[in-house]
């Protein structure tokens, strides 16, 4: 199960009460005021962990809050603070207030840290209150209650380059065969149900560029048709966009009407993503039919960056990841 949208219910811990308290002791009379302070109470903090992968966690367990702090005691000791309530997100979680709908804050990087609710403040004991004129003060100050809300939580996936593709064009196999992922591959629609980056390396084995692999649109995916719209939103945060086309045309459609389907879908989402770097890579070279098809679509679209590849026998492969690095 892959979840990048939760609604979850916070609240900070709340500030301990401050202590009405009075020294009693054998042979000492007149101890005067003794009444700890409270502790503050613990905040709510996102994490930003490269290592959670969606939100899944807050499907099931929607509601957190951190420790309210101790109240105050006798004898002058104060109540300890309560912990922090940490909550852990994945890269390009951005948090909204679940009623304006308004964003709140973004986390990123993985090691990103930030307070989302402040815990209350804790109260003041009565010893703080005497004076020269009032020896016996029954006078405290309780504890401030904490920070709480309804918040929705939207994780984008962060990546130099979005692949953008109907379904069975081949970005699962692409993505396999330039990555470090594994992606399932199958000869039906929508064998990617969730978006999933990988690294390119070099061959030293550094990370050269990443790519996110998004799930296949359709005609009308911004009105929920095929698995929707919900899905576009991953390609918000992309750098570039990759457009990978079935030039082989194998379920029927032509590759020159899916470029343009694709990037009027987009269009729908977000009309700056169309103003984005891309390129266009004509898979399925190796099917005879494809080879029509190129110079066809070469024809429709003779001012595109196409890189014709073959998934199948990974032709293609080196100038592709040049010219994506080039974006």
């Known amino acids: 199960m892959f979840v990048d949208e939760v609604v979850v219910s916070l609240k900070a811990g709340d500030g301990g009460h401050g202590c009405l308290s009075f020294r009693r002791e054998k042979y000492i009379p007149k101890g005067g005021p003794d009444g700890g302070d409270g502790g503050d109470g613990g905040d709510v903090i996102l994490v930003c962990d490269r290592n959670t992968g969606d939100l899944v966690d807050f ?17 002058q000791r104060h109540g300890r603070d309560g912990a922090d309530c940490i909550l852990r997100v994945p890269e390009g979680t951005a948090i909204y207030g679940s009623e304006s709908g308004q964003l709140v804050l973004e986390l990123l990087r993985d ?3 930030a307070v989302l609710l402040r815990g209350g403040r804790g109260g003041i004991g009565n010893e703080h209150f005497k004076t020269s004129t009032n020896r016996a003060p ?7 209650p904490g920070e709480e809300g309804i918040f929705r939580f939207e994780v984008k996936t962060i990546a130099d380059v979005g692949l953008v593709g109907f379904p069975n064009a081949g970005k699962s196999s692409l993505t396999n065969a330039l990555t470090n ?7 039906y629609p929508f064998t990617t149900l969730y978006p999933k980056v990988g690294a390119v390396t070099d061959q030293a084995g550094e990370t050269i ?11 009308g995916a911004h009105a929920n048709r095929g ?18 086309i079935d030039m082989a045309a194998m379920d029927g459609r032509s590759p020159i009407d899916d470029l343009r389907i694709l990037r009027e879908e987009l269009s729908h989402r977000d009309k700056s993503l169309l103003e984005r770097p891309n390129i266009i890579a004509a898979n399925k070279m190796d099917v005879p039919e494809a080879r029509r098809n190129f110079l066809e679509f070469r024809k ?4 595109e960056s196409i890189h ?20």
Do not use: N
Request: glycine share 12%; aromatic share 6%; net charge positive.
């Open 59 to 75: 499907k099931f367990t929607p509601h957190a809050r951190a420790e309210s702090g101790q109240g105050g005691m006798g004898a």
């Open 300 to 303: 429709s679209y003779p001012h």
């Open 227 to 244: 698995l929707g719209s919900r899905f576009l939103r991953h390609i918000e945060r992309c750098r570039a966009l990759l457009f990978l």
């Open 138 to 144: 029954r006078h405290t100050i309780p504890g401030t």
């Open 181 to 187: 992922t594994h992606r399932r591959v199958g000869p």
């Open 111 to 113: 090691g990103d840290r």
């Open 209 to 219: 560029l990443t790519i996110a692999d998004i799930p296949g649109l359709i005609a």
């Open 308 to 327: 014709p590849i073959s998934c199948a026998r990974k032709d293609g492969f080196d100038e592709l990841v040049r010219a994506l690095r080039c974006l």
